[in-house]
């Protein structure tokens, strides 16, 4: 088994999350008071990079099974092996989970979301009791999916700063053989 991520899996991790970093930029527009068109464009620009996101999310996902992740330091008691673990199929979920309910109140809205200025995703009618579930469900997604990333770094700067076990290495360092 490799000791390392493969280039495609580092490429899109770290392209996702500066993607998932410039989108929760994005959608926290939301919560504050603004004019209606740029309410409509700041759904389009999340829509649209979301619609990004997603490709790149089933790509990685695919990957993953295709290439599996190196293993664990040797050093990782049990319970933060199955931590780890659950911690990575629940980030998976989450965000499985976020694009979901993200195209289904974006499908459900009653003002027009149209993605790159090419396409309007919304059916102009909504249910609004579904609407507002779905969207609570977002929102509460999009909170654990922040709260996981952060597990996430923090376990990866427990590894490097405190194991001293390097990591952080299978992500960032790229073997010769890696391209």
Known sequence: MALHYSFSQKL?????????????????????????????????????????????????????????????????????????KITHLAIYFFMAALFVTGLTTAINATSPIEVYGLLDITRGNSDENLFQFVRQFHEFSTQVVIALIGLHVVAVLYHQLVKRDNIMARMLRSPRNDF
């Not at 959608?27 to 649209?48: P, T």
């Not at 990079?49 to 293993?71: D, E, Q, S, W």
């Open 12 to 84: 899109l991790h770290w392209l996702m999350a500066l993607l998932i970093i410039l989108d929760l930029i994005v959608a926290q527009k939301f919560g504050g008071i603004m004019e209606v068109a740029d309410r409509l464009e700041s759904r389009a620009d999340h829509a649209g990079l979301n619609l990004v996101v997603m490709a790149l999310f089933l790509l990685r996902v695919f990957l993953r099974r295709k290439h599996g992740a190196p293993p664990l330091p040797h050093n990782t008691v049990d319970w933060q092996a199955r931590l780890s």
